[in-house]
RNA sequence: GGUGAGGUGGGUGAGUGGCUUAAACCACCGGUUUGCUAAACCGGCGUACGGGGAAACCCGUACCGCGGGUUCGAAUCCCGCCCUCACCGCCA
């Protein structure tokens, strides 16, 4: 959610930001709308605030009055009846400005939660995936694994590392069972992840995997990403569809003390989505699941620096893949294509050559203090004013199109070999036919 | 799931309808004193929104788990919910 000042005193710039996104006319008016109507918000509260201080006063007077009249003093009883009369009239005053105080600070925040974030200045526009630029492109030879390159999920079936129809008859379809080596090459891939992760100086953290309402709104998977979420309806809890929304909110409305930032922390969870919609080569094999791991990197920054912790994050993440030995390149995504919380949106992409395109298996985005301002996370400045932070998190990794790209990258005459980083985790450096 | 006790500022904790403007202590910050450190003493010490001001700051309103209600007036009384603790039941 914006900051109100922002969208009045950077109207210009908001309004540029959001058409980069190509958001439709009523966004746009959302953003002068919401303006105006702050300022009656303002009004009334004025009104509101000045009729309560006078029933307070009343009310104070009454109270001695009372002592008065108990001593005694007729007078007293009277006059302290008359002043409740006093009191009643005001009380209806308050009561009509309140109600509608209450309805425009709600009509404020229904129109707040329909702006998306303003795109950092180096976002380009655009419409969708086909305007991202690539900003860095390490796989300057892609592979050639020649005609009997197999797709992973040949592979998985050839070399029994996951079954489909074991995950379509427990539950549904996207929800693959890993079995054996396939099932010890995803826990080696955590643990590689997590142990990556922690020497770069996160902090593990085992979070839930269902959230309440509070959480999912914190990072703004509520209101408008609802339906991407399983839902328990019995207890209102949803199931996690990334660890940044329970590792994010673990700050919820905590002021920090500047020192402690920038605060980082990393999660293996498994994550949840019902990503309606999808078919065809798309959701095929480990392309598209319902059920998948991954681990999360999770940034809180002083806002002076975030930027400059982005790029560490996109470090963290291009080490991975350079040491699993992964082709891979990164975007820049367009106005168009980022999602609605980020200001700056880095996708990573590793090459399928089974498949013969690129997996999306990373996003890292700065979301500055769009998530913050929901879920109130500040630090104190050098003045002692508490302040938003800057929110940035990414995926390092997501498991299953590494799994895939793993695989096929690395298949063999012999078998599937695994790259030298992760033989210390699996504990065997080639798959073999059973 | 049952029964009981609770939820008050960063922490401990007092407060059962108006002398509360939420006491006191601890922690923290500033000052005085002082070979140094410490102690002692003095002062400050929450959040949000609004009004005034160039600013420091001042003023108003709201906030004692959350939401309703009673009352001229609620941390205090009533109702609902959430959470914590203890014991019982069930259980990996």
Known sequence: MLELDILRDKREEVIAGLKKRGVGKD?????????VLDEKRKTLQKQMDDQLAQINNISKEIGSL?????????????????????VADFKALVSKVESEHQEVKAKISELLYDIPNVPHHSVPAGAGEDDNEVYQDAAKALPELGEGAKPHWELGEE??????????????SGFP??????????????????????MAGYLEVMPPLMVNEDTARGTG???????????????????????????????????????????????????????????????????????????????????????????????????????????????????????????????????????????EVSSVSNFETFQSNRMKIRYKNGKGKPTLVHTLNGSALALPRIMAALLEMNQTENGITIPEVLVPFTGFDIIRKN
């Open 27 to 35: 966004i746009l008016e959302a953003v002068d709308t919401a303006v």
């Open 66 to 86: 009372f002592g008065r009249a108990k001593a005694g003093d007729e007078d007293a009883r009277e006059k302290a009846e008359e002043a409740k009369k006093k």
């Open 159 to 172: 070399y029994k590392l996951f079954n489909f129809e074991w995950g379509t008859k427990l539950t549904g």
């Open 177 to 198: 069972v890993y079995t054996g080596k396939g099932a010890a090459l995803e826990r080696a891939l955590i643990s590689f992840f997590l142990s990556e992760a922690t």
């Open 221 to 359: 998977q509520l209101p408008d990403k609802e339906a991407q979420m399983y839902h328990v309806e019995k207890d209102n809890f949803y199931l996690i569809p990334t660890a940044e929304v329970p590792i994010t909110n673990i700050y919820r409305d905590v002021i920090v003390t500047e020192e402690d930032l920038p605060i980082k922390l990393t999660g293996y969870t498994p994550c949840f989505r019902r990503e309606a919609g999808s078919y065809g080569a798309d959701v095929k094999g480990l392309n598209r699941v319902h059920q998948f791991d991954k681990v999360e990197i999770v940034q809180l920054s002083h806002p002076e620096e975030s930027y400059e912790q982005l790029k560490g994050m996109l470090k963290q993440v291009e080490g991975l893949l350079i040491k699993l030995g992964l082709p891979y390149r990164i975007l820049r995504l367009c106005g168009g294509d980022m999602g609605f919380t980020s200001a700056l949106t880095f996708d990573f992409e590793v090459y399928s050559p089974g498949q013969k395109r690129w997996l």
